[in-house]
């Protein structure tokens, strides 16, 4: 059994017992969260898609802040002096999916 959750724009292909990194989610370790934005869902080999997909997804928090590699953003220009560095961490949440019904 399988579904697929749209969590932050993106599109995440979820089973139970899984855990997986997502966009920082607002919330602390332990909280529980419903996904009920459902895309695709396989109920025994059924497959309901769109408007038909009445599936919850259920998952709970279980780190609330994960920083992603450092990404960096380096401009120059060569002759001239200019030099620009610009870094960043993305934010991630780690969720474990306990349901989808």
């Known amino acids: 059994m399988f579904a ?3 969590i932050a724009g993106q599109q995440f292909k979820v089973q139970e017992g899984e855990s ?3 966009p920082h989610l607002q919330g602390k370790n332990g909280d529980k969260i419903e996904l009920s934005e459902v895309l695709l ?3 025994d080999g059924q497959l309901s898609a769109g408007a038909d997909t009445n599936a919850v997804v259920t998952a709970e928090i279980v780190s609330d802040l ?3 590699d ?3 953003a380096f401009k120059m220009k ?3 002096g200019f ?3 610009h870094g960043h ?3 991630y949440t780690l969720i474990k999916i306990e349901s989808i019904a």
Do not use: S
Request: no cysteine; proline share 0%; glycine share 4%.
């Open 70 to 72: 450092k990404v960096i």
């Open 83 to 85: 030099r620009k560095k």
């Open 4 to 6: 697929v959750v749209k």
């Open 20 to 22: 997986l990194y997502v």
């Open 89 to 91: 961490r993305t934010h």
């Open 41 to 43: 869902a396989d109920k």
């Open 78 to 80: 060569r002759r001239k």
């Open 66 to 68: 994960v920083k992603g």
